[in-house]
């Protein structure tokens, strides 16, 4: 009785209230974005509001069966639920339904069940056992390898649904790392990755190789300064350069010329790689290192874009570029959202007094661009107000993540915070048109039972951890 009384005791209840004004703004919101005269009862169950609030009441008894459990069990079955939504996972690529040109739900009834959401809690629950369980330091090779598997294993299943939106928020637990000591490197490595991914995109191929091979020579000129050793490096480049290019004009004229080049670039670097290594000049290496892996790796995003990429993601992301631009078609919600939310000013036009929302304009209104619904009705004041709710909301569970006395605990926390900011930004860049539109909801505000019932475990089971923090977890 007492372990009971001291659960709900040290239960963060702050956090508990802000989630509990989430869930009422979205509930309203949804009610508002598809309001009709014909259905004015809020709690009428034949429309998106009336089933909402019955998500809402099933997770508020989720969330209270999590408070209850003890949190040995999530320590216990946090690989047997990773392996099950796996398995989920597999399963719902032959026998999930088909919704919007991704294969990524279950239908049981008139309930639909998207095991994308849950992979994430569960990924991050393996994240938190393995950090936690193993004594590993972040930069061994094998370590890496394990924490890749874990977060990428899922990412290549829900990639073949195919559900871009929800696989990328994967991605987000790189900072998780970071925090339990991961080299900032890292970091900084995927950030020049999404650098040359929207450059490949932007730049055509013999204008990119010429940047990166500019931009290698700049570098290696700053870290050598030696005029000697770079005239000599230069001069073998060309050679080498020379060589190759002369042999494909002789025996494979037909090839394209940027393969040609490419393929001649990679060459003539790996040749000068080698000689400095054996040389034993430093930093050398590494630049051209980098070389190589930039020239393979834009050339893979251009035929990535051209060859495995569906029609409408490939105009979503033209469109976010400015190389598109398609009013009634792929276009449409993202200027309809802006359209909306522009339209509210400074205070907004009211509840229920939304001119795009009550005319049906923006398409997936209560979904991934309920953001918009409340811009138009609340401005951006209201607006101001929801994210400043979110920040808060996170700082929070920053704050609640660095007190936990378990490293389990702790890791989870950061992948719940990571989640979490990664649906808030992506979900809001979408509505602004900062963002190519991929379908993730905001959290516990668009309408959806599986990303509302994920998001609650997520939270729940750490909100668990936290109000337990002093009984003794690994």
């Not at 980098?290 to 251009?302: E, P, R």
């Not at 000013?345 to 795009?356: A, D, R, V």
């Not at 997936?364 to 709710?389: H, P």
Request: net charge positive; glycine share 6%; with cysteine.
């Amino acid at each position: 009785m007492s372990r009971k009384i001291n659960l709900w005791s040290n239960l963060d209840w702050l956090t508990v209230m802000v989630y509990l004004m989430f869930l009422i703004i979205g509930w309203v919101s949804i009610y508002s974005s598809v309001y009709d005269d014909a259905h004015q009862s809020i709690f009428d169950t034949s429309r998106r509001y009336g089933k909402q609030l019955i998500w809402i009441i099933a997770a508020l008894f989720i969330a209270a069966a999590v408070l209850m459990t003890d949190n040995k069990l999530f320590l216990f079955f946090s690989y047997f639920f990773y392996a099950f939504t796996i398995i989920l996972l597999i399963a719902v690529l032959f026998f999930g339904t088909e919704v919007n040109a991704s294969k990524s739900w279950f239908h049981f009834g008139g309930i639909q069940i998207q095991p994308a959401e849950f992979a994430k809690l569960a990924t991050a629950l393996a994240l938190a056992q393995y950090l936690s369980t193993t004594k590993l330091k972040l930069h061994d090779r094998r370590a890496l390898l394990s924490l890749a598997l874990i977060i990428f294993f899922p990412v290549i299943l829900i990639l073949l649904q195919p559900d871009v939106g929800s696989s990328l928020v994967f991605f987000s637990f790189i900072l998780v790392l970071y925090r339990e000591g991961l080299s900032g490197y890292w970091i900084l490595f995927f950030m020049l990755l999404g650098v040359l991914s929207v450059l490949a995109l932007i730049i055509n191929e013999i204008n990119m190789l010429a940047l990166l091979l500019l931009s290698s020579f700049a570098a290696i000129v700053f870290i050598l300064r030696n005029f000697k050793v770079i005239t000599k490096g230069t001069l073998i480049f060309i050679g080498v350069s020379a060589s190759v290019m002369g042999i494909y004009r002789l025996f494979s004229p037909q090839t394209l010329l940027e393969v040609q080049l490419i393929l001649t670039s990679v060459t003539a670097s790996l040749v000068v790689l080698i000689i400095s290594y054996l040389s034993r000049i430093k930093h050398v290496p590494i630049v051209l290192g980098f070389l190589i892996a930039a020239i393979i790796y834009t050339y893979s995003v251009d035929f990535v874009f051209d060859n495995m990429l569906m029609p409408h993601q490939k105009s979503r992301i033209n469109i976010v570029l400015g190389f598109d631009d398609d009013p009634m078609g792929q276009s449409y919600n993202i200027n309809q959202s802006k359209i909306a939310i522009g339209s509210g000013g400074l205070t907004g036009k009211g509840f229920l007094q939304g001119t795009q929302t009550k005319f049906n304009f923006v398409p997936e209104q209560s979904t991934d661009f309920i953001f918009c619904t409340i811009g138009e009705e609340w401005g951006f004041a209201g607006s101001s107000l929801l994210l400043a709710l979110f920040v808060f909301f996170l700082m929070r569970l920053i704050y609640l993540a660095e007190r936990q006395r378990s490293p389990f605990a702790r890791i989870f926390g950061y992948c719940t915070i990571a989640v979490f900011f990664t649906h808030l930004v992506v979900n809001i860049g979408m509505t602004i048109g900062v963002v190519p539109v991929i379908g993730i909801p905001l959290p516990f505000i668009s309408y959806g039972g599986s990303s509302m019932w994920a998001f609650t475990l997520m939270l729940f089971i750490f909100l668990r951890f936290d109000a337990g923090r002093m009984e003794f977890l690994r």
